[in-house]
């Protein structure tokens, strides 16, 4: 028989796997006030760094069911800002329960001998119902009403789909009777309470900002027009001598470990290559003491020489190993570079007709980048110091969801990137990928959580604020991005990322005038 007058059904267990006795999910229709807590998913403007934020918002309207009587709720703190709720609801509740069912029961079934919408005996419908679906169907009636009332304590901080009835359904429906009281268990996540390690510690943030030697809009300017002025030059074979900086060699690259005896030892797969173009102007990314020792090498020439990764190298496993290096040189080409005059002005940077038009505009963009990367540092610098300062029980719910998220995004990017096909995206996508990337990023994830609250309580305390106009002007932007590209978008939601975003922006604007800031060069 199919019952569907009912809408809350029982389901088999749809809950995490850290609370086993779960048995009932909760109904999508109830209204216990959730608060949602988001994370912005793009940076203040183009080239700042994402910030996360968090804000009280989605807080859904009361709507609870009036109760024939109180029920009982004790409430019980829990790590990991988790609350237990002890629910007991008195027999008055469970009777009032009891008569809805049957009375829904009554306006949907047609039993043989019964007219429609007349009255039908209990005894009569309860057999031909079924004693247990009754039952089963009470219970469910009994969760539904009273679960908003017991809720009341944590309305507008209950995180979303953070709710679970720890009571198994099996349990309440073993010993159920209306005459009876009913008790179940309830946890759920709340917003979790930051807790400054000490009184106004943001007022007194004293940062270091490292910035990168290569963060230079000199050097980046001399090597960008270098980089153009090649692109200009024709390619030559080299015949009477040997490899110089500024030419470009082709060669085949072997390597082998060096044993304690000096003898080689295995090969080295992932430092082997054979046809590498190298241009000697643009070598940062080799081995300390690889150009130096290839110097002078001639077409068809080999070289054999010794070099130690450093304690530094990017591949773990030959960080500090010694290995022995062949190199034959291929082929040797230098570049025949025309003079560097107002004659390629407009080949270097076309609508350019003088030489240092071309400069001025190439080195204005090498220092806007150059800011935009100390803004960058800075607002990171910030953000890793403010993390430090504050202390958060971060709930369960909160961090699976942020790790999706980032994982969502990091997922998109490789989208992007290597245009996965089905398979491999599913691959990615699984359940088994998604908790091996929570565990890995597991600190990761959470400082980025703790600078979410962090920064939306200073938000909070200092009173910030940002202008309507700021508001429509960043909106509309935004819904112009996603119409450029075509994509669909909920105007509310977007306004709401967008009002995370100027919170983040106003913090971080707020901290780089107060802080006492350094930057040092590494």
Not at 134 to 148: G, M, N, Y
Not at 437 to 445: A, F, P, S, T, V
Not at 461 to 470: M, V
Request: charged letters at 30%; glycine letters at 4%.
């Amino acid at each position: 028989m199919e019952l569907r007058s009912l809408t809350l059904h029982v389901q088999p267990s749809l809950l995490r796997p850290s609370l086993p006795s779960f048995s009932i999910p909760i109904p999508q229709n109830l209204s216990l006030g959730f608060v949602r807590i988001k994370s912005t998913r793009q940076a203040f403007h183009q080239q700042k760094p994402m910030v996360v934020t968090a804000r009280n918002v989605a807080i859904e309207a009361d709507n609870k069911d009036r109760l024939p009587a109180d029920i009982d709720v004790t409430e019980t703190k829990e790590p990991n800002s988790r609350v237990r709720l002890s629910v007991k609801v008195p027999p008055l509740v469970c009777q009032d329960c009891y008569r809805r069912v049957l009375g829904e029961f009554s306006k949907q079934i047609k039993v043989p001998g019964f007219r429609v919408r007349k009255k039908i005996p209990d005894s009569i419908l309860i057999n031909y119902v079924g004693k247990q679906h009754v039952q089963q169907a009470t219970i469910e009636s009994i969760l539904k009403r009273t679960l908003p009332h017991a809720m009341s304590s944590v309305t507008g901080k209950a995180l979303r789909d953070s709710v679970r009835i720890l009571t198994k359904f099996s349990e309440m429906n073993e010993d159920f009777s209306p005459q009876d009281f009913l008790s179940y268990e309830v946890v759920v996540d709340v917003a979790p309470e930051v807790k400054w390690v000490t009184a106004d510690a943001y007022k007194n943030l004293k940062v270091v900002v490292e910035i990168d030697d290569e963060i230079n809009a000199e050097r980046a300017f001399e090597t960008e027009l270098r980089r153009r002025h090649k692109a200009l030059g024709a390619m030559k074979i080299v015949t009477d001598r040997g490899l110089q900086i500024g030419d470009v060699v082709v060669v085949d690259i072997f390597a082998t470990t060096i044993n304690e005896d000096d003898s080689s030892g295995e090969k080295i797969p992932s430092a082997e290559t054979k046809g590498y173009h190298l241009d000697t102007e643009e070598s940062d990314n080799l081995l300390p003491g690889f150009l130096d020792s290839i110097i002078g090498i001639r077409q068809g020439e080999t070289r054999t020489f010794p070099l130690q990764f450093p304690d530094t190298w990017r591949q773990e496993n030959l960080r500090g190993v010694r290995a022995q290096f062949t190199v034959d040189c291929k082929e040797l080409f230098y570049r025949d570079l025309p003079v560097l005059d107002d004659s390629l002005a407009d080949k270097l940077l076309p609508g350019c007709s003088t030489l240092n038009e071309v400069k001025e505009f190439v080195l204005n963009r090498c220092k806007e980048v150059e800011q935009t990367a100390r803004e960058q540092a800075t607002d990171n610098a910030i953000l890793d110091q403010l993390c430090k300062m504050v202390e958060v029980e971060i709930p369960q719910s909160l961090f699976e969801e942020q790790g999706r998220q980032l994982y969502g995004a990091k997922l998109l990017e490789l989208q992007a990137q290597t245009k996965l096909n089905e398979e491999q995206l599913a691959s990615l996508s699984n359940q088994k990928a998604v908790s091996e990337y929570l565990k890995h990023q597991r600190e990761n994830i959470t400082s980025i959580i703790k600078q979410s609250l962090a920064v939306a309580e200073l938000f909070r305390r200092e009173n910030l604020e940002y202008s309507t106009e700021e508001l429509v002007k960043e909106v509309e932007n935004s819904v112009a991005e996603f119409k450029r590209h075509k994509q669909e978008y909920d105007e509310e939601r977007v306004k709401e990322e967008v009002q995370e975003i100027l919170e983040g922006a106003k913090v971080l604007e707020w901290l780089r005038e107060n802080a006492d800031i350094h930057y040092v060069t590494r």
